[in-house]
């Protein structure tokens, strides 16, 4: 640390130079922060903290296939389910298909599985009482600007009505939030009573979409997920019972392999920058050879000199990098306020850093280890006469 | 007043490096960029000032080797961009082909109304007669209209990249359904029989899940599916899975119901008459378009996402290299200062300083440009990946590096190129002679 004036001014010893590698390493920083807060916002997706306890029971089939109601009795009998609720999707669309968000028909006691949501017990009790009621989560409310009392319509594209009718109208009757600021991304949801859509809609009437099962004892799930499955065995409805988390990473990754895109991204810009920085470093080195003899003649040892040169490689990625990511940080914040948490964008928090900090002394390692080691090697008698 | 001047001149500099690649970006055709090559090679070979140019060019060139390490900075940082860039927008691109290929003008899809796709829709055995029996459905030999009443289910399997479950697409198809797109060739084994439980599978959806060979089985809702062929339709219905419509209807308990009816016009221009008959038809409520305005819809919103996330990368990567090539390029002028300054003082001008450097950092950047469009080409060229699709099932499709993308992949590089090499050849024209002969 007493050295750092002198790592502070052999870095800046040529200003411009610094400068555009500073620059350099900003840009690939800022590009890491951005592209790492994607794909954490996809890996959240699947791996959020709550919900551990509970399982998700699908049709073996597809997704889109329905199961039978009279399956309900049958799973909340298995030991080691605490509750048992079930949903149905709707696909409903609010004025434009571009103002795409998930809706759909939930049992009554489908939002007290969820206790990393908030909602008011007289907003709770009303969804229960009102048949056409909805509860929205508050990101979306606030991106339609919707009020507890609003009509909202949704324009079915799979369930019409009985007459036909693809017009389906709820009454806001609440809005939820999550506990957890990083669960907002599932605050983009509507839910209505599944009673409602079982007597208005055309199709599937007796059936749900999946069922959700609170677990007794989270360690108990392959067995209770095993069980469940046994129900429906070889009939003519098979499930497949899952953790929500691992049903949610299946169909994440049905989109594409978003770490796969962002590592090939980012391997091409960490090659560029070490290089690049590489060079910087090396020309930085060639043109202080003298200098370094002379630190060396007053009595730097070799292995001070060697940190000297890693330190300002390592300075030099820090003070980039670390802008870039702060940068990255404010441009995610903003998009995030602009356009709600739909966007799958996560907050630029510890674990990127972390991330980005391991990565610049990493490249600050490889980039000065050769340069360093130049100068440590260096002989006082050559360097100082110019050989 | 000098003062002034050389403002005013960097000015006019940092105009220039705006205005040219802003240029350069949106509107340079390739003959234009011919046409200015020509114009300047005539320059180099007739005029004073040219040859002049010419002669410091070569020189700078020459060094090249002299100064490879930070010359290599140049070429690699420029084919990072280059590379991502047309890697990214050739997975967009390749996306919006499979999907465009899919449709045609003269065949058009019917659903029921307000399903927007066809996972969504039910449409009842009589919808699909009446829909069968309009005029403008073109007949066959033996007077039957080629309609094609289809089921769309999804299945889930596993993938073979990960293991992980993902939706594929099966489709019941009617008989007339292999008139209807003639383009479908048998790869392996053999079309299946209507009445069995037999699929047909793209050569896409082989490819991307497992166990989806010929003679391989595969069990839905308890029964199980014999796969006896593999076809190639060359556009999205490769990612998908076919059998025949009653078959599949009865194993997904859909009854006599289908999702779509896809059929064949009497020539393109019946669209507007087939849709004005289905309208008037009060038994029918149903939405109808040619597939290729159905397909092409499905693939605007994906297109459009990675269009924006492949500039932006692209972007942020150009200024990391941008700065990369001044520093380099900033370097090259410091270490020709004295051979730069002896020039000027037996009376070479400042320009064809100023346009020795700037060819010499474009040469390079070209060389990344190739490098990166090169890569790209050999690395991602027909790589095959899938996505979640409009029916809620992968969509297999290819990346497709065309030679546009290669051309704008080009210009990136010429543009970042110029910029980077302008700066520099700026300060090496302006710097003073006196000074540059003292230089070491």
């Keep these: 640390m007493k050295y750092f004036h002198l790592v502070w001014s052999a870095l800046f010893r040529r200003k411009t130079r610094t400068i555009f590698t500073l620059l350099s390493v900003l840009a690939a920083f800022l590009l890491f922060g951005l592209l790492d807060s994607v794909r954490t916002a996809f890996a959240n997706a699947g791996g959020s903290i709550a919900g551990v306890d509970r399982l998700i029971t699908i049709s073996k089939v597809s997704f889109t296939v329905a199961l039978p109601k009279s399956l309900l009795p049958r799973i909340q009998a298995v030991p080691g389910v605490a509750q048992v609720s079930y949903a149905n999707w709707f696909g409903g669309i609010y004025q434009d298909p571009k103002n795409f968000f998930p809706n759909e028909a939930v049992a009554e006691n489908f939002l007290d599985l969820f206790p990393e949501w908030a909602l008011s017990d007289a907003e709770r009790t009303a969804f229960k009482q009102t048949r056409t009621g909805a509860v929205v989560g508050e990101t979306l409310a606030r991106k339609f600007n919707w009020k507890v009392g609003d009509k909202i319509p949704l324009q079915a594209t799979i369930f019409p009505q009985k007459d036909g009718s693809n017009a389906w109208t709820f009454d806001l009757v609440g809005i939820f939030h999550a506990k957890d600021p990083k669960l907002q991304g599932q605050e983009n949801v509507l839910f209505f009573n599944w009673s409602y859509f079982d007597e208005a809609s055309r199709f599937r009437s007796g059936t749900v979409g999946w069922y959700l099962t609170k677990l007794a004892d989270r360690n108990q799930a392959d067995r209770v997920a095993q069980a469940i499955d046994k129900l429906s065995a070889d009939s003519d409805h098979e499930t497949k019972t899952q953790s929500e988390q691992a049903f949610t990473a299946a169909f994440v990754s049905q989109f594409a392999d978003i770490g796969l895109i962002v590592g090939a991204i980012m391997g091409a810009v960490f090659f560029t920058l070490v290089l690049l920085t590489g060079n910087t470093m090396a020309q930085a080195v060639r043109e202080r050879i003298p200098e370094l003899a002379v630190l060396k003649t007053i009595g730097f040892s070799n292995r001070s000199v060697l940190g000297l040169v890693l330190s300002e490689s390592a300075l030099l990625l820090l003070l980039g990098g670390a802008i870039g990511l702060a940068i990255a940080g404010v441009v995610v914040g903003i998009v995030r306020v602009k356009l709600g948490a739909t966007v799958p964008l996560a907050r630029v928090n510890g674990p990127i850093w972390l991330r980005g900090l391991a990565l610049m002394l990493l490249i600050g390692f490889i980039v000065g280890v050769l340069p360093a080691l130049r100068g440590m090697r260096l002989r006082i008698v050559d360097a100082l006469s110019g050989r | ?440």
Excluded: C
């Design chain 2, 1 to 440: 007043m000098g003062g002034l001047l050389r403002k005013l001149g960097s000015a006019t500099t940092l105009a220039v490096a705006v205005i040219v690649p802003i240029l350069l970006l949106t509107a340079l055709p390739w003959w234009l960029l011919l046409a200015l090559i020509g114009a300047l090679a005539g320059w180099m070979a007739v005029t004073r000032t040219g040859r002049q140019a010419w002669s410091v060019t070569q020189v700078g060139i020459a060094t090249i080797p002299q100064r490879l390490g930070s010359s290599s900075v140049v070429v690699v940082g420029i084919a990072g961009v280059v590379g991502v860039l047309v890697a990214l927008l050739a997975m967009g691109a390749g996306f919006e082909t499979t999907l465009r290929e899919t449709g045609t003008d003269d065949t058009a899809i019917v659903m029921r109304a307000g399903a927007q796709t066809e996972l969504n829709s039910v449409l009842d055995h009589d919808t699909a007669a009446l829909v069968s029996q309009a005029p403008q459905v073109l007949k066959s030999a033996q007077g039957r209209p080629i309609a094609s009443p289809e089921l769309v289910v999804v299945a889930s399997l596993a993938k073979k990249s990960n293991g992980l479950d993902a939706n594929v697409e099966i489709r019941g198809i009617g008989e007339r359904a292999w008139d209807l797109r003639p383009n479908v060739q048998i790869v392996a084994g053999r079309r299946f029989v209507p009445g069995l439980r037999e699929l047909i599978a793209g050569k896409g959806a082989s490819g991307q899940f497992k166990n989806l060979d010929v003679g391989s089985t595969l069990k839905l809702n308890g029964q199980v599916w014999t796969i006896v062929g593999e076809f190639d339709s060359g556009d999205s219905h490769n990612s998908e899975l076919w059998g025949d419509t009653d078959v599949v209807g009865s194993t997904y308990r859909r009854g006599s119901s289908t999702t779509s009816i896809n059929l064949r016009l009497t020539d393109a221009g019946a669209f507007d008459a087939l849709k004005a008959t289905l309208a008037s038809d009060p038994r029918l409520k149903v939405d109808v378009s040619t597939t290729r305005e159905y397909y092409n819809k499905q693939s605007e919103n994906l297109a459009q996402i990675i269009r924006v996330l492949g500039t932006t990368v692209a972007t942020i990567m150009a200024i990391g290299a941008l700065f990369g090539a001044l520093n380099t390029m900033y370097a090259a002028v410091a270490t020709r200062a004295r051979e730069i300054a002896t020039l000027r003082a037996i009376g070479f001008r400042g320009l064809p300083v100023i346009v020795s450097v700037l060819l010499e950092t474009m040469l390079l950047a070209t060389l990344g440009g190739v490098l990166g469009a090169a890569l790209a080409w050999a690395i991602f060229h027909n790589y095959t990946a899938s996505t979640l699709g409009a029916n809620f099932s992968q969509v297999v499709f290819a990346f497709d590096v065309s030679p546009a993308l290669l051309w704008s992949g080009l210009k990136w590089a010429l543009a970042i190129g110029f910029v980077g090499g302008l700066f520099p050849a700026v300060r090496a024209a302006r710097l003073p002679v006196t000074a540059g002969l003292r230089e070491l």
